[in-house]
């Protein structure tokens, strides 16, 4: 049952790690100060920084639609349901994406009430033009088709369709496990188990470039997993990352000193986090005054909070 906490659970991901790092005033409003911003009876501080943390850039966007396009097309292979074809993909992406430019340009009034349930992009919000900068649509534009044919054509929709050969588990969904008792948030695009080869397979989609980022991100995964279905060797987990740009793969096969790596990276977060709060048993913050901002001036003209930091801005 949902409960109001006046506080928000203490739990960590990778997200939450790089916006740490990134700047902690944004950090203090992305996981407290937009806190029960979503309640009817929230302070003003709340309701502006949730609404101010549900804004997406037109990258992230699109990314999200592909992402959930590719999950809804799984799961109609899996219910042997008709399979749409690659230009009906194209043009629902297309479509969803014109949608939230309508959205962001003449439905701002909707989104400021309901931010969770419309779109509003970065671009339009802060550019005071109503328009998308031509550069960003060209980009777009290129990489829809790209990106729809790469997955159809993708080695792991290959093993979708060759689905009588497979064991598929959900994973479309925020899952977590936990270490001294904190969450730690992961989400798996696709997890399967190939029964011919007796391996587990880890597939993340990618519809932009690749991140040194990444393997900690596949270590976390390959945690839970071991964590959750009590697998002994590593060898017997693939994690493939799926380049939906370039049409190619990369499976990894992930060393102990992986998880070891980015188990050590979350115990020095997690420290780091438990010293920015007042009371760690409640996860009360410190002030916000007490979160230092960024001052690199090209970070914050991406962020969502540039009318908290800087309220001269529009």
Known sequence: ????????????SLSRHKTMLTCLRKYAYDYYASHNGWLHNADSLARQTYRLKKITNLEMHFGSVVHELIYQIIQRVLKNQEIPSEEAVVDEIRHQLNRSFIESTKKEHLWQHRPKHYTMLHEIYYSQTNQLPKGKIDKITDRL??????FFASRSFSDVLNKSEMRFMESEKFRYMKVDGIKIFIVMDLLYKDLTQGN????????????????????????YLQQ????????DIVIRNEYLLDGTHVDHQLKEQDLVNVQRLYGISLEQMQNLLINPNENIPKPIEQFSMQEDPRICARCNYQELCFPSTP
């Open 1 to 12: 049952m949902f409960e109001v906490r006046n506080y928000p659970e203490m739990s960590w």
């Open 145 to 150: 088709h790209t990106t729809v044919s790469n």
């Open 200 to 223: 587990w397979v880890i597939v993340d989609w990618k519809t932009g470039k690749s991140s040194e980022e990444d393997r900690n991100q596949l270590a976390l995964y390959a945690l």
């Open 228 to 235: 959750k279905h009590n697998i002994d060797s590593l060898d």
